[in-house]
């Protein structure tokens, strides 16, 4: 078997290297958390308009209340509380299709648009292939964020005063501006869809964009034990999920 | 049953307030994800000062290689690539008490020296116990970084530059001293006891010590699982693993 | 580093064998998975009265109602349906401390009863020690199950029907008769205290005991995903849960 | 919200009820964890012959060497021995599609058959679409075992001899015939192609098998973790894996 390669780490006795940055000198106290971890997954420091934006996304996504998520860790934290690992583990593991999936899933569709020779013929051909399969064009639609999502305004706004906003910002302008004269109607462009738009406008893939909602949500989660270790709520929780199911 | 309450986040169909704080208008595009976080687990927005050392800390444990950690984390993605989520969280379940335990177990010997009447005493009390029980202290010793550690160092003059060095940072020069005195060498102030002493200084509870530790590792398994899909090391990892073991 | 060795698992193009057994010949309708499991954990298949003794405690931990466990896994399973296995082991996070913590507990305590010289003198010393520590002894109280918790009394029965009861039921016997005429009431035996003391009956370490209990679970688990593929209480437990909390 | 039901469990201060029977009456020391779990998932005690086969499916999966699941749960186990449930679920977040997906992708196409006109012509059609993706059938082909799996011999004889063996195994051998001919040469039906034929034939959705999956391997990994307790090669495996990836 040919040997694959890390390039993530190596370390002397003097010092530690990330992706070939001596951890001491070029690292720690020179970067942000924020510019590190872009760096650590893709390989190169992010400008300053790009970690301005990947804080705001990173901000965006932390925190939602008592979430399925959030519900997990607490209850997990109070049924094991010598592994609070676990209980953020356990969180996590619930940050799947249903929440970040679209995240993907929009920013597939936007590459699609931005790569198609005729972007116009693209989105109607997306709209298309949703309604025919009776599902929704993920990155829209919000159950109480209408008609607009005040957290993907915020963002576009951001995106356009950092500089950010590129193609897949228009891209995905089109689709919606493709979805609302389709549907009669104007949908939301939801918080994920915007992430999506804005994250691909500073190169990250795809493919590793959920990476970033888990370690959003990750912090988001640490909060939520930190509550339930000063103010537990799992009992009351608990009793609420049980009594909200009949049992025969 | 009474009702706890919660007071992390609420929202309106025009916004979403975190700890009270418009997420639209005071979070995003307004704090710093590091910033952000701290708010959200600890309900106070952290001074400059206090946001750099806990970047500089999210840093310094955001990468280690090919630990355990790293390669669960990466043999769950590629056996199961439609669960991001589930590679991360099995690589976080193992972040418990050999690796970051140490962290919450030195800010509590931290916060007992500080309180005491007599802090020599007290850490002479701390480093007899230890030796009585045949352990460690918590936060000291490295199995390659000696006589000391450079993320320590580095992380000590930091504190001392933002003028966050206080009476924690105090404690742990004194407890090296006393196990330096006590053992007839230098044994080395590892990062892990470098962390709990200056976040203890800018006033993080032991308790929650360890929240910040998964959130900077959680970026860091990003990165391997970013590095697992461009470049698989999984089947070599396994095959080396499995070779280890002779099999009988 | 010396190599260790692995005594589960070879294989050939011919056959695989578990423990040195043939998987085709001697293990695949040969044993069930009850005796199967037994010998992989333990290695050595046990004898009629064993098997039919850990069947009762597995049959006896695999289903509680909607539990914080159950609910977890609910929970995950809904919102990322690709993972089965997350949601599974989301619910197996929280099969910890408080649940499952008491039985390794107890069963420490027992084996102290049976090693010692006056077995009554060490029950004594036992309550004495949990009484000043304010903690109740594991193995022992339950809130609904009063005055007797009828699984220990079901596997108490089946025990002595076996011949299987021997030094570690008689030791929990006298732990329990020391405790109610210290307390002064009759205190339950709850049925992680009764599976500790038929498990040890049977040979099993404590230290593995809690393993047993994460098999039995993870059936139990599987049961709540059926059901919530066949019919969805995540929705309905989510908003019970969130209600059950003020939000400010 | 309409309340749904749910029919797992109920208890009073006497007794604890599972689907409706009594746990002590009924259930413990009456059937076998096998009985039980099916019981459980499926809401029917299963005949004796449907017994033996889950018995003898549960077996057959229930251990496969260092595998990377294994491999997860014992580094996370000695990483954070407080949490032998954090370690289970480690190792069983990576039981997904590369492991155990075939056997629900076989079930799948093992209904096509059985429900289509002409079996024959199904078996073609899904041949040739396999063929079209450059995707292999689920269920067939392994690497060691050629030119048969052991395992699925040994299954197959079970079925025929307990008289499970009905539509979905004539299914499988249809299939197989019908892959070896289109590409000239015998493919091996594997083990997870088996059980799910078999279990197929017990009734058992094909969308709840993974569960089954999870229970056994559940307690393969309980096996390695015990293996673990008494001789680690977590040290060992670490370097193992460590080694065998080139760092640059």
């Given amino acids: 078997m040919s040997r694959p390669t890390t390039r993530l780490c190596t370390s002397t006795a003097d010092d530690v290297f990330v ?72 969180g996590l593991a619930s940050v799947g299709s249903l929440y970040v ?13 931005v790569r198609a020779e005729s972007p116009q013929a693209e989105a109607a051909a997306i709209v298309a292939e949703h309604r025919e399969a009776g599902a929704r064009v993920p990155g829209f639609g919000h159950p109480v964020h209408r008609p607009d999502d005040p957290r993907s305004i915020k963002l576009f706004e951001l995106a356009r005063s950092l500089g950010i906003a590129g193609s897949h910002v228009e891209a995905i302008e089109l689709l919606s501006a493709t979805i609302d004269r389709e549907s009669g109607k104007h949908v939301t462009i939801n918080a994920t869809g915007a992430i999506a738009a804005v994250l691909s406008d500073c190169d990250v893939p795809a493919e590793i964009l959920r990476g970033f909602a888990l370690i959003s949500r990750c912090a988001g989660l640490v909060g939520h ?24």
Same sequence: chains 1, 2, 3, 4.
């Fill in 101 to 113: 999936g679209t995240m993907e899933g929009c920013a597939h569709l936007l590459r699609r648009i």
């Fill in 19 to 90: 992706r070939g940055k001596s951890l001491t000198r070029e690292l720690i106290g020179e970067l942000t958390f924020t510019e590190a971890m872009f760096f650590q997954i893709l390989g190169r420091v992010p400008g300053p308009a790009e970690t301005q934006m990947l804080d705001a996304c990173l901000v965006t996504l932390m925190e939602h209340g008592l979430t399925p998520t959030a519900i997990t860790a607490r209850m997990t934290y109070t049924s094991a509380p010598e592994s609070m690992q676990g209980a953020v583990a356990a």
């Fill in 225 to 248: 034990i930190r509550e339930e270790q000063v103010e537990p709520a799992m009992h009351a929780m608990w009793h609420g999920a049980e009594s909200a199911v009949r049992h025969e």
